[in-house]
């Protein structure tokens, strides 16, 4: 019964309303503004943990993505949809996680937190959300068209399981180098001491929260990219109500919990440049629908076995690391002094891959 239930409409509205609840929540108990949840703010705040970028003010490896990706593993073996695959395009996937992650640092946030920043109030989520269902059209163009990363081969049982181990891994340096008072580094891990990446849940919450939404992801399929993409290309509407939901709890916890502000200005961790808000989720969302789905959904299926969406998560990490060493990435204070010219570059190259990538008879 529980395997069949999330595969229905109610189940999937169940998934979304779970998440729409959890991430207040979060954001609550110690999480960023508007950001109880956000997929690419928190690999980017692990790749700055793991020394991979300088921001001070942005490190840390946020337990809420360990949790996804082991929720997913653990629905995977129990349901026994664990399935170790890859080989698809995997340096092309790479490729479009770096520009997924360049082009939501522009717009700051992922689609997830675009939807959770509409249900506090801030109205430049509209823009970010125009941009990624324009940019996941334009994927639907190309899907239309022919394009096609190739199929992926069955592996070896133990090749699935990396990308959780690799989680494990992040988890028990967190355990053997956690915080110690206000210092920036513990021994190899570096810690934000002051700014959005010292704002965070208790571990074992976070975790706990991580958890619990990467098993039920895994099992409801949810995506917000594909619940565009189905929307745009089949009409249906089943992956969107997950959406709808998410939105909707999210609003109601924000009002109950007093994290509800209405507007465009002074909006935690955003800035409004509705040109750029709009421009960088097109970027993202057409790297998200070449790429084949949203980065939360990457994670549970790499937990899931799937190698080459392991592959898309460790290419955003090391585009969260570009963003920040290079001046890619946007601030409250606005765009990063080279982010206009990397999006340029993120969509040339993902038209490229457009274009080119496609089956042939």
Wanted: net charge positive; glycine share 14%.
């Amino acid at each position: 019964m529980i395997k069949n239930f999330f595969g229905t409409r109610t189940g999937i509205i169940a998934v979304g309303a779970m998440i729409g609840i959890l991430a207040p929540l979060l954001q609550k108990l110690g999480n960023p503004g508007n950001m109880g949840i956000c997929v690419a703010c928190f690999e980017r705040d692990i790749a700055g943990g793991l020394g991979l970028h300088r921001a001070e003010v942005v490190q840390y490896l946020r337990p809420e993505i360990i949790g996804f990706v082991l929720g997913s593993l653990a629905a995977a073996l129990l349901f026994k949809d664990y399935r170790a695959r890859t080989g698809s395009a995997p340096f092309a996937r790479f490729i479009l996680g770096v520009f997924a992650m360049i082009g939501a640092l522009v717009f700051l946030g992922c689609p997830w937190r675009a939807l959770l920043r509409l249900s506090g109030g801030d109205w430049n989520a509209v823009l970010g959300l125009a941009g990624l269902i324009c940019g996941i059209w334009i994927g639907t163009l190309f899907l239309k068209n022919g394009y096609n990363l190739g199929r992926t081969q069955k592996t070896h049982f133990s090749a699935g399981l990396l990308m959780p181990l690799i989680m494990l891994g992040f988890l028990a340096l967190m355990f053997i180098y956690p915080q110690v008072a206000q210092e920036p580094k513990s021994g190899i891990l570096f810690y934000s001491v002051k700014g959005p990446g010292a704002s965070h849940a208790p571990l074992a919450i976070a975790l706990g929260a991580g958890l619990i939404i990467g098993f039920l992801a895994q099992r409801s399929r949810f995506c917000t990219m594909g619940a565009f993409r189905d929307l745009i290309l089949f009409k249906q509407v089943h992956l969107l109500s997950g959406v709808i939901a998410l939105v909707v709890m999210a609003l109601v916890m924000n009002l109950i919990l007093g994290q509800f502000s209405m507007g465009f200005e002074k909006q935690p961790v955003a800035h409004s440049l509705h040109i750029w808000n709009f421009i960088g989720m097109a970027l993202a969302g057409l790297a998200f629908a070449l790429a084949g789905g949203c980065p939360g959904r990457q994670l549970f299926l790499a937990g899931e076995g799937d190698g080459d969406a392991a592959v898309f998560v460790f290419g955003m990490i090391m585009g969260a690391a570009f963003a920040h060493n290079f001046g890619l990435a946007s601030s409250p204070a606005g765009l990063g002094p080279h982010g206009m010219a990397a999006v340029a570059v993120g969509f040339a190259v993902c038209l490229f891959i457009g274009f080119t990538m496609r089956k042939t008879t």
